[in-house]
């Protein structure tokens, strides 16, 4: 790969620590002159399946880049340290399906290694904060343009880790979906393509709640629940002015039945 401008960064670490400043300053050193977008800290802690969420759907809009990653709750056990090759970026973080989806947003795993090259890593690597000490000095050295397979062994794609599949179960009046993720608005995302919503009529129920089918918050009014496609494609459920997570007590992994009302 040649050298790219741009890395892109999340994690689990959040803002009250030093974890990110860490990491962005062995980015710096390696790399001064790349440029970093960092797309979220506030995953929450240990949560693969929302830091995978959040990458897939952020990953498209970004420019070409080295996407670094780091939601780990495996650190310093037996888990691989990997970097993928995918359509024309590069991902680098943990091999516990983190990396997966926003893989196949990019067009699919063409390439990828194991991190086992000691020049590449710090001086002393932590068992605790891979980030700073793995992560982070991979991913600058691809954006240098440092061949991937100069980073370890080449893994079998096959053999990657994957992340449960969520259930999306069609239904003759409806769908139940398992809840993908919550965003800071409180909006729950589900884990079933907006195609489902087409056959249904606007009057909806999302379990026992009365809700109604729209296209924006707007169209409905204010503490009014309601179901839509969100702008990544995924059926949504949101309260205007409100939060949707709070008024029916789901969290990521729950499930939701919509049917027709």
Request: proline share 8%; charged share 15%; glycine share 10%.
């Amino acid at each position: 790969m040649a050298p790219t401008p741009w890395i892109s960064f999340t994690t689990d670490y959040g803002l009250a620590d030093g974890f990110v400043a860490a990491c962005h300053g062995v980015l710096a050193r390696l790399t001064p002159t790349t440029r970093v977008i960092d797309v979220t800290h506030l995953v929450p802690p240990g949560d693969v399946r929302r830091g995978a969420a959040v990458l897939a759907q952020t990953v498209p809009y970004l420019p070409a880049a080295v996407h670094l990653a780091v939601v780990d709750p495996g650190v310093g056990t037996a888990r691989r340290a990997i970097a993928l090759a995918a359509g024309d970026g590069l991902l680098v973080g943990p091999d516990n399906g983190l990396l997966l989806d926003a893989a196949a947003a990019l067009g699919g795993v063409r390439a990828a290694v194991e991190l086992t090259n000691r020049d590449w890593l710090g001086a002393d690597v932590s068992a605790t904060f891979h980030g700073r000490d793995i992560f982070a000095p991979v991913a600058a050295r691809l954006a240098l343009g440092a061949p991937l397979a100069d980073a370890g062994p080449a893994v079998e794609p096959s053999t990657l880790v994957r992340l449960p599949v969520p259930l999306v179960r069609p239904e003759a009046d409806g769908f139940t979906a398992e809840v993908l993720t919550v965003d800071h608005f409180g909006n729950v995302q589900l884990a079933a393509s907006g195609s489902l919503l087409e056959p249904l009529p606007r009057s909806l129920r999302v379990e026992r709640q009365p809700a109604v089918r729209v296209h924006t918050f707007g169209d409905v009014a204010p503490g009014e629940l309601l179901v839509h496609v969100d702008s990544t494609g995924q059926v949504a459920v949101a309260v205007n002015g409100g939060r949707a997570a709070d008024l029916l007590g789901v969290t990521p992994g729950d499930r939701l039945r919509v049917t027709a009302g």
